[in-house]
C-alpha cells in the first residue's frame, strides 16, 4: 500500500527523493553490482506499484473505461446550471463545466500523517475527500466566481455525444470517458469556444493563481490548512483518528472547525446546523458579526451552510427524491456530501432519477504543491458518472453558499418554497428554518430542539431513525 512509484518523483514525493539520494550513494560505492540492483529493485517497485494501482482502482470502483449515459431529451443540472444537450454548445458548455470542479482522490506517498506511518489515505479517507471537494467549490465561488472554469479544460477531449437515431427507442446519448488520470486533447472536433460566455474570465490570469492556491490549502501537507493531514488532526477531537471512517455530519464540523482556524480566508465562515434546523440569527451573526464595526468588515462575511439530515432508515425514502433535486437547481447549493452505502461520493447534479457525482475513490500519488508550476491535471475529473438516487445512503450533508445578508434573505425565501411545496410527499420536511438563536430552544434534557424536532419526537419518528453517524461510509 505505501510502496513508492517511480512516476512519484516528479510530483516530489518524500519517499522518492530518499530513495533517489540512496541510490545514488550506492552506485559511487558499489560500482556496476550496484547499478545492477538498483536496477532491479526499480523493476520490482514498478510492477509493485502498477499492481497496487490496479488493484486500489479497481477494489475502490475505478476502471480503465467507463460508459455513462445521459438523455439527450432530459435537462440536467450541475451545481445549479441547466443543460439540454440539444447541440453542440450545450454538450461543450457541459464538458468544460464538469472538468473544471475540483477532483480529491486517494492519495499515496504523501507525508506521514501525524504520530501515525499512514502515507495513504486508501479505504478510509474518502469522507473528508468528499468534504474537500465541496469546501473547494465554495471557495471557487466565493474568491472567483461561480462561472469561472479551469483554463485546461478548453484543451481537453472529455466525452463524446453518439448521434441520436430515430430508430433507437431510448433516444439517449453516449458519454464515452476515458480513464480519469489522463487528458487527451481535442482531435474530433474543434470546439467552438469563442461563442461561449465568460471567455474572458477563464483567461485572467489571477483566476488561475487563486485556483492554484485552492489546491495548495487542500494538499496533502501538514501545513495546508483545508488539507488531510489538517482535517485529521481537528477530527480528534471529535473522537476520530487516522483511518478511522468518518460521517457527513462530523467532517461538517470538521470543515467549520479548519475554516475557524485559518487566516487565509477571513471574509468566510462555516455554519453548521442542529437537529436539523438552520437558525436564522446564528447564520446572521456569522455573515456579520457584531463587535466587527471595522471598515474593512462593514461589508460583512460569505457562509456556507451546511445542514447534516438523514433521509430515511436504513435506507433512502423515496419521498425525499424531488426535494434533493430542488436543491441541486439553485444557484446557491454547493453540492450534497453523502454516497451510497459504505461508498462516500460528492453530489454535484442530476438528470432524471439519477445523481451525478465526483468520486475520490481514485489511488492517486502525492503531488508536491509547493513547487510553483505543479501539475494540475489530477485534481480534474474527465469521466462523468452518475447513480440511481434510490441507491443514495440515507445519511448526508447539504451544503449552499450565502454571500451576505441579502443572499441569505433570498437563499430562506427559496427553501421555504422548496421545503413547503403542496408536492413534497413528506408530511415533514428535510429539515427547518427558525428565527432567533439555537439557545433559544431547550429541551427538557438541555438539548437544543427545534419546534419541528420536538414535532418528530412526538410522533416517534427521530426514535426510529438510525444516528447518522452510525452509518459512517468508508
Same mark, same amino acid.
Given at each position: 500500500? #505505501?510502496?513508492?512509484?517511480?512516476?512519484?518523483?516528479?510530483?516530489?514525493?518524500?519517499?522518492?527523493?530518499?530513495?533517489?539520494?540512496?541510490?545514488?550513494?550506492?552506485?559511487?560505492?558499489?560500482?556496476?553490482?550496484?547499478?545492477?540492483?538498483? *536496477? =532491479?529493485?526499480?523493476?520490482?517497485?514498478?510492477?509493485? !506499484?502498477?499492481?497496487?494501482?490496479?488493484?486500489?482502482? +479497481?477494489?475502490?470502483?475505478?476502471?480503465?473505461?467507463?460508459?455513462?449515459?445521459?438523455?439527450?431529451? !432530459?435537462?440536467?443540472?450541475?451545481?445549479?446550471?441547466?443543460?439540454?444537450?440539444?447541440?453542440?454548445?450545450?454538450?461543450? @458548455?457541459?464538458?468544460?463545466?464538469? +472538468?473544471?470542479?475540483?477532483?480529491?482522490?486517494?492519495?499515496?506517498?504523501?507525508?506521514?500523517?501525524?504520530?501515525? $506511518?499512514?502515507?495513504?489515505?486508501?479505504?478510509?479517507?474518502?469522507?473528508?475527500?468528499?468534504? $474537500?471537494?465541496?469546501?473547494?467549490?465554495?471557495?471557487? +465561488?466565493?474568491?472567483?466566481?461561480?462561472?469561472?472554469?479551469?483554463?485546461?479544460?478548453? #484543451?481537453?477531449?472529455?466525452?463524446?455525444?453518439?448521434?441520436?437515431?430515430?430508430?433507437?427507442?431510448?433516444?439517449?446519448?453516449?458519454?464515452?470517458?476515458?480513464?480519469?488520470?489522463?487528458?487527451?486533447?481535442?482531435?474530433?472536433?474543434?470546439?467552438?469556444?469563442?461563442?461561449?460566455?465568460?471567455?474572458?474570465?477563464?483567461?485572467?490570469?489571477?483566476?488561475?493563481?487563486?485556483?492554484?492556491?485552492?489546491?495548495?490549502?487542500?494538499?496533502?501537507?501538514?501545513?495546508?490548512?483545508?488539507?488531510?493531514?489538517?482535517?485529521?488532526?481537528?477530527?480528534?477531537?471529535?473522537?476520530?483518528?487516522?483511518?478511522?471512517?468518518?460521517?457527513?455530519?462530523?467532517?461538517?464540523?470538521? %470543515?467549520? @472547525?479548519?475554516?475557524?482556524?485559518?487566516?487565509?480566508?477571513?471574509?468566510?465562515?462555516?455554519?453548521? !446546523?442542529?437537529?436539523?434546523?438552520?437558525?436564522?440569527?446564528?447564520?446572521?451573526?456569522?455573515?456579520?458579526?457584531? #463587535?466587527?464595526?471595522?471598515?474593512?468588515?462593514?461589508?460583512?462575511? *460569505?457562509?456556507?451552510?451546511?445542514?447534516?439530515?438523514?433521509?430515511?432508515?436504513?435506507?433512502?425514502?423515496?419521498?425525499?427524491?424531488?426535494?434533493?433535486?430542488?436543491?441541486?437547481?439553485?444557484?446557491?447549493?454547493?453540492?450534497?456530501?453523502?454516497?451510497?452505502?459504505?461508498?462516500?461520493?460528492?453530489?454535484?447534479?442530476? $438528470?432524471? #432519477?439519477?445523481?451525478?457525482?465526483?468520486?475520490?475513490?481514485?489511488?492517486?500519488?502525492?503531488?508536491?504543491?509547493?513547487?510553483?508550476?505543479?501539475?494540475?491535471?489530477?485534481?480534474?475529473?474527465? !469521466?462523468? @458518472?452518475?447513480?440511481?438516487? %434510490?441507491? %443514495?445512503?440515507?445519511?448526508?450533508?447539504?451544503?449552499?453558499?450565502?454571500?451576505?445578508?441579502?443572499?441569505?434573505?433570498?437563499?430562506?425565501?427559496?427553501?421555504?418554497?422548496?421545503?413547503?411545496?403542496?408536492?413534497? =410527499?413528506?408530511?415533514?420536511?428535510?429539515?427547518?428554518?427558525?428565527?432567533?438563536?439555537?439557545?433559544?430552544?431547550?429541551?427538557?434534557?438541555?438539548?437544543?430542539?427545534?419546534?419541528? *424536532?420536538?414535532?418528530?419526537?412526538?410522533?416517534?419518528?427521530?426514535?426510529?431513525?438510525?444516528?447518522?453517524?452510525?452509518?459512517?461510509?468508508?
Amino acid at each position: 500500500m #505505501n510502496s513508492v512509484s517511480p512516476a512519484a518523483a516528479q510530483y516530489g514525493s518524500p519517499n522518492s527523493r530518499r530513495k533517489n539520494v540512496g541510490g545514488r550513494q550506492d552506485q559511487a560505492s558499489m560500482g556496476y553490482q550496484g547499478e545492477a540492483q538498483d *536496477a =532491479e529493485a526499480d523493476e520490482v517497485d514498478k510492477l509493485k !506499484s502498477k499492481f497496487l494501482t490496479a488493484w486500489n482502482n +479497481v477494489k475502490y470502483g475505478w476502471t480503465v473505461k467507463t460508459r455513462t449515459h445521459f438523455s439527450r431529451t !432530459s435537462s440536467l443540472y450541475l451545481l445549479g446550471k441547466h443543460y439540454h444537450f440539444r447541440n453542440e454548445d450545450d454538450i461543450d @458548455r457541459f464538458q468544460r463545466d464538469f +472538468v473544471s470542479r475540483v477532483w480529491l482522490t486517494y492519495r499515496r506517498d504523501f507525508p506521514a500523517l501525524e504520530g501515525t $506511518q499512514l502515507t495513504t489515505d486508501c479505504g478510509w479517507g474518502c469522507m473528508i475527500r468528499s468534504a $474537500q471537494m465541496l469546501l473547494a467549490q465554495a471557495l471557487l +465561488v466565493h474568491l472567483v466566481n461561480r462561472d469561472w472554469f479551469w483554463s485546461e479544460a478548453l #484543451n481537453t477531449q472529455v466525452v463524446d455525444m453518439d448521434p441520436i437515431r430515430s430508430s433507437s427507442p431510448s433516444n439517449v446519448g453516449v458519454f464515452t470517458t476515458a480513464s480519469s488520470s489522463s487528458f487527451q486533447p481535442s482531435h474530433h472536433r474543434r470546439p467552438q469556444w469563442e461563442t461561449l460566455p465568460q471567455r474572458r474570465h477563464l483567461q485572467h490570469p489571477q483566476q488561475e493563481l487563486i485556483h492554484r492556491d485552492i489546491l495548495r490549502w487542500l494538499s496533502d501537507h501538514p501545513d495546508a490548512p483545508f488539507g488531510l493531514h489538517h482535517m485529521v488532526k481537528l477530527g480528534g477531537s471529535l473522537g476520530k483518528k487516522a483511518g478511522d471512517w468518518y460521517g457527513p455530519s462530523i467532517v461538517a464540523h470538521i %470543515m467549520r @472547525r479548519a475554516l475557524e482556524t485559518t487566516s487565509q480566508v477571513p471574509e468566510l465562515s462555516v455554519y453548521v !446546523s442542529q437537529d436539523c434546523t438552520v437558525y436564522k440569527a446564528d447564520v446572521g451573526q456569522l455573515l456579520e458579526p457584531e #463587535n466587527s464595526l471595522s471598515e474593512k468588515n462593514r461589508g460583512g462575511r *460569505a457562509v456556507i451552510i451546511l445542514i447534516p439530515v438523514r433521509l430515511g432508515g436504513e435506507h433512502f425514502n423515496p419521498v425525499y427524491k424531488q426535494c434533493i433535486k430542488e436543491f441541486l437547481q439553485m444557484p446557491s447549493c454547493v453540492g450534497i456530501i453523502g454516497g451510497k452505502p459504505k461508498h462516500s461520493l460528492y453530489f454535484i447534479g442530476y $438528470q432524471d #432519477n439519477h445523481l451525478l457525482y465526483l468520486d475520490p475513490h481514485y489511488c492517486q500519488n502525492y503531488v508536491d504543491t509547493s513547487k510553483v508550476d505543479f501539475p494540475v491535471e489530477s485534481f480534474h475529473c474527465t !469521466s462523468p @458518472r452518475k447513480m440511481s438516487i %434510490m441507491k %443514495m445512503d440515507p445519511s448526508c450533508t447539504f451544503a449552499f453558499y450565502a454571500r451576505n445578508r441579502a443572499d441569505f434573505g433570498a437563499l430562506c425565501d427559496h427553501l421555504l418554497k422548496v421545503l413547503s411545496s403542496p408536492s413534497a =410527499e413528506e408530511k415533514y420536511p428535510v429539515f427547518s428554518i427558525s428565527d432567533g438563536q439555537a439557545q433559544e430552544f431547550h429541551a427538557c434534557e438541555g438539548t437544543p430542539l427545534s419546534s419541528f *424536532a420536538l414535532a418528530r419526537r412526538k410522533k416517534g419518528t427521530m426514535s426510529k431513525r438510525p444516528s447518522s453517524d452510525e452509518f459512517e461510509f468508508l
